[in-house]
């Protein structure tokens, strides 16, 4: 997606490429800034191990991105923007694509949103962006044609549309010559948001998106934006998993619809959500859950079950959007919770389903928690049936 190498006290970042197996992992690296190619070298990885490569040494542009090349062994690459706001992981991209889509964009109290566009071809992009918000969509003349040179990077500040203090913008990147990498820096500095994050746009659209991991709790603020950029209006279905029996009915809710073109911002506990249809029912902060207590009459075992309940229990949660029509949204959850006396706000791109099913069955993380931490993973089983599921951790002495 690329990191911030300005030269700031505290902004910099590395990509890490990690080798779970025993032969060692030979590859080529090139950094990109906006004047092209700044390096290219070459770079091993032995057996249970990583290589970082430290960006910010070799970069003060303001930004610059990354392209690992490995070739022999196998291996998976991961980035750390680092910054002042907060440190930033995200995975890389394993190809290009002639569009991208962004759906969360935020420019509230002075928080601050960047669009970096990486070329990694000897042939320059040309694009065209669009960018939507909840009411409104415009398409800007100055970014008609807009053009990416060879292996380099260029940045767009959001606010130079004019979209300043927006609460969501989303951004389509349609290339009508070439391919490139689209991904979003955001700066979150105030509008109940902070922190910072460097995340890859989505390469194409869909008609589902998985989370594995939300939560209802004091002080956590949950949002999804769904961005629709057809031209057709679509109606999504929003499916918690993970949830007791007594907060099945939670499921049973209308459709968000979604209008061509548009963000539509899904808060699930219904606090905040804006956009057609996707406000909850306003009678439901009245249920209440009743707590589960003896049968009043006989002696015969029996308890109460807990009344079903329309509202979201506290705790962790699931989330699945879909749609019956072609692929046609994307979706990202923005989750804000306190963090050692502040906030820190995180955006994560759904997961699509795959070809072959609608989750993958192996999962690879290149960059742990260098401290013990708890909840650090969040599993959800899918499937109805009890699933057995092994965790294993790859440190210097091997798995």
């Known amino acids: 997606p690329g990191v911030p190498t300005d030269g700031s006290d505290g902004v910099g970042g590395e990509v890490v490429v990690s080798n779970g197996e025993a032969a ?96 990694p071809f000897d042939e320059s992009v040309v694009a065209d962006l669009r960018f939507s918000t909840q ?55 105030g509008g109940g948001r902070f922190g910072y994050d460097v995340s890859l746009g989505a390469p194409e659209l869909r008609d589902q998106w998985w989370f594995a991991d939300g939560e209802v709790a004091d002080g956590i603020d949950e949002t999804y934006s769904i961005y629709n950029p057809t031209d057709e209006e679509v109606e999504v279905t929003v499916f918690f998993g993970g949830l007791p029996l007594s907060a099945s009915v939670v499921n049973e809710g209308d459709p968000i619809i979604v209008p061509p073109l548009r963000v539509v911002v899904f808060d699930p506990t219904g606090q905040s959500a804006a956009g057609d249809g ?27 079950f807990a009344e079903p309940t329309l509202d979201l229990p506290e705790g962790r949660h699931a989330t699945v959007f879909s749609t019956l029509a072609q692929p046609s949204i994307v979706v990202d959850r923005v989750l804000t919770r306190p963090v050692d006396g502040s906030i820190a706000t995180s955006v994560v791109m759904g997961a699509p389903p795959r070809p072959d099913g609608f ?25 109805q ?14 798995l």
């Open 24 to 119: 060692q992992v030979v590859g080529r690296y090139q950094i990109l800034t906006e004047d092209g190619v700044v390096a290219d070298e070459r770079f091993t990885v032995g057996s249970w191990s990583q290589t970082r490569i430290d960006v910010d040494a070799v970069s003060n542009a303001d930004f610059a991105s990354v392209i690992v090349e490995v070739e022999g062994g196998t291996g998976f690459v991961e980035q750390v923007a680092r910054h002042p706001l907060g440190d930033s992981v995200a995975a890389c991209s394993n190809d290009t694509s002639p569009t991208w889509y962004i759906a969360d964009g935020y420019t509230r109290e002075n928080s601050v949103e960047t669009l970096i566009l990486t070329n």
């Open 278 to 304: 996707a406000a909850a029912d306003d009678e439901s902060a009245d249920d209440e859950v009743a707590d589960t207590t003896p049968a009043d009459e006989g002696d015969d075992g029996f308890v109460e």
């Open 135 to 189: 009411n409104r969509q415009s398409e800007p003349d100055r970014f008609r044609g807009f053009i990416v040179p060879p292996r380099s990077v260029q940045t767009i500040p959001i606010a130079e549309l004019g979209a300043r203090d927006e609460p969501i913008i989303a951004v389509t990147v349609e290339a009508t010559a070439g391919r490139l990498i689209a991904a979003r820096a955001q700066e979150y500095r």
């Open 385 to 398: 049936v009890e699933a057995m599921v092994t965790v294993s951790v790859i440190g210097p002495d091997g």
């Open 359 to 383: 989750v993958a069955n192996t999962w690879r993380m290149g960059v742990g928690p260098t401290d013990p931490t708890e909840r650090a993973l969040v599993v959800y089983n899918i499937d």
